[in-house]
């Protein structure tokens, strides 16, 4: 089984900063693709932005300079640093990963999410 758990998430005011944690756990070989996508009430879920095993990152043009996406794979880990937060980011934040458990089988998962909300 493989769980990913996200954690960070908080109130924040306008312009400030949060960082959000995906951990990865259960019967993992590899993680290729991770990534963090936001939903806001009525609209629907979006990029923000993804990284590779490698370490090459892609991000949506609103948040470009703002936000940074790093990993550890050592800890099956991903990180979002979110700075100049904007009261348009409230959102719930959700973690994604492409993964090969143990015996080969490669699936795509999500966590359950962590809300961010940001106001004054």
């Not at 996200?6 to 990534?35: H, K, N, W």
């Not at 949506?60 to 990993?71: L, W």
Request: glycine fraction near 10%; include cysteine; charge should be positive.
């Amino acid at each position: 089984q493989v769980q990913l758990v996200e954690s960070g998430g908080g109130l924040v005011q306008p312009g400030g900063s949060l960082r959000l944690s995906c951990a990865a756990s259960g019967t993992i070989f590899t993680i290729y693709d991770m990534g963090w996508y936001r939903q806001a009430p009525g609209k629907q879920r979006e990029l923000v932005a993804r990284i590779t095993k490698s370490g090459s990152t892609h991000y949506a043009d609103s948040v470009k300079c703002r936000f940074t996406i790093s990993r550890d794979n050592a800890k099956n880990t991903m990180y979002l640093q979110m700075n100049s937060l904007k009261a348009e980011e409230t959102a719930v934040y959700y973690c994604n990963a492409d993964i090969v458990r143990t015996y080969g089988v490669r699936n795509d998962y999500w966590g359950q999410g962590t809300q961010v909300t940001v106001s004054s």
